[in-house]
């Protein structure tokens, strides 16, 4: 993985679906790597980022209990609430991706677009991590083109499982050492 510096990187997709599972890809790719969901106000059964700044983080909190990818609802908080959170966690964790809204996260972030057809490709080609749908071929584009992902694995992440996606998932390793803005 990158450097000290970019252990902290965002993932930001318009896109329902990729906006799931591409920071699944990226925390996957890191090995052991906390999720931090912006998007998500709470998961159910879980403190909320928020929640834990309030009450003061204990250690355990800080730091991974085990290799993989954990993930915590960022809860209510501004996006200067957010980025001193972050600074505090990745501290303590290899790697720390933040599930991005495109409002309230302001540091490095991928931005993640589907390749799609026809009238439904993207007009506006900017740097980003594209993935192809199903069935359409990948045009040059500015950015790197992921593996095609199947049916399976995209439904392994949507219900909380490990994907079997192997070449997939070491596509994004290479997503860490890029410079993102």
Excluded: C, N
Aim: charged share 15%; proline share 10%; glycine share 12%.
């Amino acid at each position: 993985m990158g450097s000290r510096r970019r252990q902290v990187l965002g993932v930001h997709a318009e896109d329902a679906v990729l906006s799931w599972i591409g920071p699944i890809g990226l925390a996957l790719a890191a090995g052991t790597a906390l999720i931090v969901d912006v998007r998500t106000r709470y998961l159910p059964g879980t403190k909320t980022l928020a929640q834990l700044m309030v009450d003061g983080p204990s250690l355990l909190d800080l730091s991974p209990g085990r290799s993989g990818v954990a993930t915590i609802a960022s809860g209510s908080m501004s996006s200067d609430e957010i980025t001193q959170a972050v600074e505090v966690l990745a501290g303590r964790w290899p790697a720390l991706v933040v599930r991005s809204d495109g409002k309230l996260w302001s540091g490095p972030t991928v931005p993640y677009r589907a390749i799609l057809p026809g009238f439904l490709r993207p007009g506006e080609l900017v740097p980003s991590v594209w993935q192809p749908a199903t069935g359409v071929s990948a045009p040059s584009l500015p950015g790197p083109v992921l593996p095609r992902l199947g049916r399976g694995p995209v439904m392994a992440m949507l219900e909380g499982k490990t994907p079997q996606a192997r070449r997939w998932i070491g596509s994004w390793r290479a997503i860490w050492d890029m410079p993102w803005a």
